[in-house]
């Protein structure tokens, strides 16, 4: 008995009976790649929204620059076809589009409609340049709904008829009156002719009394 006794507790001591927890394996680096992982989902998220929210901007300011140009604002929302609006509106010719698909060409092309866009509307070419070409959502913006007319040819005039205020804020009546001016057989109102029956130098007071005759036989 005190044998067996002796057996068991010789077991006990190498361990064969003792039970030990088991540990999961801990990696650190799997935590910092799902951290990474939910940090660059967030950050795709807002860049897409912030994208969105520049290209909706953008559309809107062409919108209303291409209104104000006489041309359908719809064309906005149109690739190619909103490039071929604004070389019109630029006053450069329309086989340019093709320049927008060379390599190089295509980002000097952009600046001189730019600059050209911002003429039309009475701005300088530095506008053109800094706020239709660098910052386009913010200066399409500006030109779109900003006091800013078009001047080029073409320009639709307010409404109002024949007298309502033209294109460049004069009035259109007064531009008629100058037109007649102009006409070299344009007619002058003329006085009516004297009628021969009626008797000339007409005292007002009423006629004179008769006259004695002076020359009286003696």
Do not use: C
Request: charged share 10%.
């Amino acid at each position: 008995m005190l044998q067996l006794l002796s057996q068991f507790a010789q077991m006990g001591t190498d361990g064969q009976f003792t039970s030990r927890p088991n540990l999961e394996y801990y990696d650190p680096y799997a935590t910092n790649s799902a951290a990474q992982d939910a940090v660059s989902a967030g950050m795709a998220v807002a860049m897409s929204i912030i994208i969105l929210i520049v290209v909706v901007v953008t559309i809107v300011g062409l919108w209303k620059v291409f209104t104000k140009a006489g041309k359908p604002g719809w064309a906005a929302i149109v690739p190619i076809y909103n490039n071929i609006v604004m070389l019109e509106i630029a006053g450069k010719p329309l086989w340019w589009v093709f320049l927008y698909f060379i390599p190089v060409v295509n980002i000097v092309i952009p600046i001189i409609v730019s600059i050209e866009i911002a003429k039309k509307f009475g701005k300088s070419g530095a506008f053109g340049v800094i706020a239709l070409w660098l910052f386009a959502p913010i200066g399409y913006l500006i030109l779109g709904f900003g006091k800013a007319q078009y001047q080029g040819g073409g320009a639709p005039t307010t409404s109002g008829g024949a007298y309502g205020a033209g294109s460049m804020g004069a009035p259109a009546q007064s531009q008629v009156n100058a037109y007649h001016q102009e006409q070299p057989g344009a007619a002058t109102p003329q006085q009516p002719a004297a009628d021969p029956n009626q008797p000339q130098n007409q005292n007002p007071q009423g006629p004179l009394p008769p006259q004695p005759p002076t020359n009286l036989v003696q």
